[in-house]
Structures are given as structure tokens and as C-alpha cells.
């Protein structure tokens, strides 16, 4: 299993959330590259969890959107059932991301810095995509690498 060969896609994802995915996935590689991370099978479903949970995360802050009355009027209603369920879904992501940091430092490459600090930019690069700015294809292509 390689991250080059794991776009993941699920029938629930949405077009942006497979763009979003494929970037993820690639940025990482790259980290992992010049860190000398090599790609196991560990590693690779590591960073899909990652990935995973981002979106989900993603999913339900959504809901903290607010909605529009017929009379333009913003109303925003978040239920303590919502707040709870991000909380939790942003816990496992930061579990995700821990996990991932320990894999690679069981296969001898640790991270300089936290993983998390490598992907504050591209999560907030990537933010456009819950405001619905499309994303062609070629500004997702990966250069292939063997290590």
C-alpha cells in the first residue's frame, strides 16, 4: 500500500472532499519525503485516517453555518448535541495525527516538528473548498516518486 496509490474515495465523499483527500494525501507525501518517512502500509492507513477525520471534522462544522430567514436575517442554531459530536470528532483527529507522529518514529524518522504544525497551512490553504470555490484536476497532480 502507498499514499500514491491512495486517493481514497468513499460513497459518501463529495467531489470536494475527494479533491480535499487527494491533496491532503499528496502533501503528506511530500512531508514524508523529505523527512525520510519510508511509506509502509501502517504509515499509509495512518495518514487516510488522518485525512478521514479531517473530513468529518470538516462535515460538522459546516452545520455551525448560519442560515439565512426569508427576511435575510442570520440565525444560527447549534445544538449542544453538535458541539459535542465536533469536540469528539476533533479529539479523534488530534488522536489521528498522534498516531501517525508515532508511526513514524517506530520506523526510525521522526518529524522535526509536529505533524499538526505541517498541516496548519495546507488546512488552512484548502478552508476555499467549504466556500464552494471549484478545484480543477491539474492543480491536484502529484509527481510520482519511488523511495
Known amino acids: 500500500m502507498r499514499l500514491q496509490e491512495n486517493y481514497w474515495r468513499e460513497p459518501w465523499m463529495t467531489e470536494e472532499e475527494y479533491l480535499y483527500m487527494k491533496r491532503l494525501l499528496a502533501s503528506l507525501r511530500r512531508l514524508f519525503k523529505t523527512s525520510g518517512v519510508r511509506e509502509s502500509p501502517l504509515v499509509c492507513l495512518r495518514a487516510v485516517d488522518v485525512g478521514v477525520h479531517c ?3 470538516r462535515r460538522l462544522e459546516q452545520g455551525l453555518t448560519p442560515a439565512a430567514k426569508e427576511n435575510g436575517e442570520a440565525v444560527l442554531d447549534v445544538s449542544g448535541a453538535l458541539a459535542d459530536h465536533i469536540g469528539k470528532t476533533r479529539e479523534r483527529l488530534r488522536k489521528a495525527i498522534r498516531e501517525l507522529e508515532d508511526a513514524c518514529t517506530r520506523l526510525g524518522a521522526p518529524l522535526d516538528t509536529g505533524l499538526a504544525e505541517q498541516m496548519l497551512p495546507l488546512v488552512r490553504k484548502t478552508q476555499d473548498l467549504l466556500h464552494g470555490v471549484s478545484i480543477s484536476d491539474e492543480q ?8
Open 55 to 57: 473530513l468529518l471534522a
Open 140 to 147: 491536484t497532480t502529484i509527481n510520482s516518486c519511488n523511495t
